[in-house]
């Protein structure tokens, strides 16, 4: 493939910890379900109208992301191969860093002139670069038409849409089938079940739930899945109040609802969860010695690559005690914005086109295990646990939670900050919890 692979390894920063391919934390409930429709493949290719001609196009492409997991990196290497082979006189650039680095890292670029031509993540967690005119606004063009129109306010500022997702992310708890038939469990329906679910894997010899708390992704994979489903509904407007300084934490009490059942469910968790990162905690669930994995769908591809033969379901985190009340916290997944004015912007476009034609997508969505955001794409090969996610978004129990204001800048690095330290300081309280962020959101404000 004709191009550089770069890694950056700056000094890591404790923070910006999200998901893998998503933005950070919003409002609204929802009852339409974004990108859920999962059917038996077809193996053809569709023309689109703004395809360009091979060899029309000469120069480079520029892309900078903090794609980790194995099944995300091919299905990028597979999407650009694809883009190179159709314009022959183009060569595309990948430029890796971390997710705590990555803020950071586009800052520097940024300021100095190494202007990239395409960077990896959603505009509403990167909002201080669409802000100071970094991103190109994205409203209007013909591939944004691709984009089911009821996702487009995830990536929407000011009425302006200035990003591309290609999937859907979904927050949920995968389990091993075989280990619960083993067992004797049911799927947990409410909390009270889910904490007896923990305690009957752990007599019986499993982990409860596996994490690695090493890295930002398992901690936002678990406090994520926990609290932003039904508990975050009925905080219609926490991120307003946080960022305008009106309110404290301490005045949330569904955010320490969600931090008391977090604290419970470390109780379950492996016993090394705070020296392994996420990777190892999804080998461990893949390896059989665990019932139950928190995380997003992003992760199931990962455990499916550890092990192509596993048995896994999916279902929703049960926040609450009265089941009819759980909600499955969902958002826009893997999301590219494009620089604005960058060298190679005639290029970028073509790249953003090549990425939204439906095969593409149905190639992506099948390589990551995702579930497509764009219309009219067909999957195949979707994995069991997918086909659960895909079910209970289908099903209108959602929360939307990127589709209203999230933090960004310092603020979410800060947000990102406190979560990391919670997760891996066993006697940090509530309290000291909600003190620790509003002293670091004091400081941002000023």
């Not at 899945?225 to 300084?245: H, N, R, V």
């Not at 931090?259 to 968790?269: D, G, N, S």
């Not at 590219?336 to 086109?353: G, L, Q, R, Y």
């Amino acid at each position: 493939m004709k191009r550089r692979l770069l890694s950056l390894m700056l000094s890591t920063v404790m923070g910006s910890m999200l998901l893998a391919g998503c933005g950070s934390t919003p409002v609204e409930t929802t009852d339409q379900g974004a990108g859920t429709a999962v059917t038996e493949v077809a193996d053809t290719q569709t023309a689109t109208a703004e395809a360009p001609q091979s060899g029309e196009l000469s120069g480079e492409l520029n892309i900078v992301h903090y794609l980790s997991e194995p099944q995300k990196i091919a299905a990028l290497d597979e999407m650009v191969t694809g883009f190179e082979a159709e314009n022959p006189g183009v060569n595309v650039n990948l430029e890796s860093t971390t997710l705590e680095n990555y803020q950071d890292v586009l800052k520097l670029k940024f300021s100095t002139g190494d202007v990239p031509d395409v960077v990896f993540g959603g505009p509403k967690t990167y909002s201080t670069f669409v802000t100071a005119g970094n991103i190109e606004d994205l409203t209007g063009k013909e591939f944004v038409s691709r984009v089911q129109q009821n996702t487009l306010q995830n990536v929407e500022i000011d009425g302006k849409v200035y990003g591309i997702p290609l999937d859907v992310l979904a927050n949920a708890v995968l389990y091993n089938k075989d280990i619960f038939n083993e067992v004797g469990l049911e799927v947990p329906t409410t909390y009270s079940e889910f904490i007896d679910c923990c305690k009957t894997l752990e007599d019986a010899g499993y982990v409860g739930c596996t994490a690695g708390y090493q890295d930002g992704i398992s901690v936002g994979a678990n406090f994520y899945t926990i609290f932003y489903g039904a508990p975050y509904s009925k905080m219609a407007q926490f991120e307003d109040e946080m960022l305008a300084g009106s309110k404290s934490a301490s005045d949330y009490p569904e955010l320490a609802k969600s931090l008391t059942q977090w604290r419970e469910i470390m109780e379950y968790q492996n016993e090394d969860q705070r020296s392994i990162n996420t990777d190892r905690a999804e080998q461990m669930f893949a390896n059989g010695e665990a019932g139950m994995l928190i995380i997003g769908t992003w992760g199931i591809g990962a455990v499916m690559n550890y092990n192509p033969d596993g048995n896994y379901g999916a279902f929703m985190y049960p926040s609450e005690d009265n089941a009819a009340d759980n909600l499955i916290p969902i958002s826009a997944g893997d999301c590219w914005m494009m620089v604005k004015d960058s060298p190679n912007h005639d290029i970028a476009e073509a790249f953003f086109e090549y990425m939204t034609r439906p095969e593409t997508n149905a190639k992506w969505c099948a390589t990551t295990q995702e579930i497509t955001i764009l219309n009219d794409v067909q999957m195949t090969d979707v994995p069991d646990a997918m086909k659960d996610c895909a079910d209970i978004i289908s099903s209108g129990k959602v929360c939307n939670y990127t589709a209203g204001t999230i933090f960004s800048g310092q603020h979410f690095s800060s947000w990102g900050e406190t979560l990391l330290e919670f997760a891996v300081t066993p006697d940090m309280t509530n309290e000291q919890f909600c003190e620790t962020l509003d002293n670091k959101f004091s400081a941002a404000n000023k």
